[in-house]
């Protein structure tokens, strides 16, 4: 068995994937009436869309965001493996939980030694440069 080894992605490059996953995320919710108000659009559908967008690329694209393919990094479990479809939901219910703490969640990956958001720490996952399929 061969051990594969990662290197974190940076909460720069994290933060610019996050960035473009929220116009993104936002511009649906707006599109289909759903825009205004909250992290990713508004109030309960505003949550769904962006669950299910997390939901699916995290877990049928290689763990990988349309933010996080722009900034080739990947969401991965903390043993490597792939992130299943209830670690996906669980990790964006912590994006909501980093964001009504006054961003602390957030802030958080800044000084944590692994670059985990509570989110990360949730799910089990780590954000890292992203490995060839």
Same mark, same amino acid.
């Not at 994937?17 to 109030?43: E, H, K, N």
């Not at 991965?76 to 219910?93: F, M, W």
């Not at 909501?96 to 799910?123: E, F, P, T």
């Given at each position: 068995?061969?051990?594969?080894?990662?290197?974190?992605?940076?909460?720069?490059?994290?933060?610019?994937?996050?960035?473009?996953?929220?116009?993104?995320?936002?511009?649906?919710?707006?599109?289909?009436?759903?825009?205004?108000?909250?992290?990713? $659009?508004?109030? @309960?559908?505003?949550?769904? /869309?962006?669950? =299910?967008?997390? #939901?699916?690329?995290?877990?049928?694209?290689?763990?990988?965001?349309?933010?996080?393919?722009?900034?080739?990094?990947?969401?991965?479990?903390?043993?490597?493996?792939?992130?299943?479809?209830?670690?996906?939901?669980?990790?964006?219910? $912590?994006?909501? @939980?980093?964001?009504?703490? /006054?961003?602390? =969640?957030?802030? #958080?990956?800044?000084?944590?030694?692994?670059?985990?958001?509570?989110?990360?720490?949730?799910?089990?996952?780590?954000?890292?440069?992203?490995?060839?399929?």
């Amino acid at each position: 068995m061969q051990t594969r080894t990662y290197e974190l992605a940076t909460i720069s490059e994290r933060a610019i994937a996050l960035i473009i996953d929220t116009l993104i995320v936002s511009a649906v919710g707006s599109a289909i009436g759903f825009g205004g108000g909250g992290f990713f $659009g508004g109030g @309960i559908m505003g949550f769904v /869309i962006g669950a =299910g967008y997390q #939901w699916y690329f995290l877990t049928r694209q290689n763990g990988q965001t349309f933010g996080k393919m722009v900034m080739n990094i990947q969401v991965v479990k903390t043993d490597g493996s792939q992130i299943s479809d209830a670690e996906a939901v669980l990790r964006y219910v $912590g994006y909501s @939980i980093n964001s009504a703490l /006054i961003m602390l =969640g957030w802030v #958080w990956a800044m000084i944590d030694n692994d670059r985990q958001g509570w989110h990360d720490k949730i799910a089990n996952t780590y954000v890292v440069k992203a490995q060839p399929r």
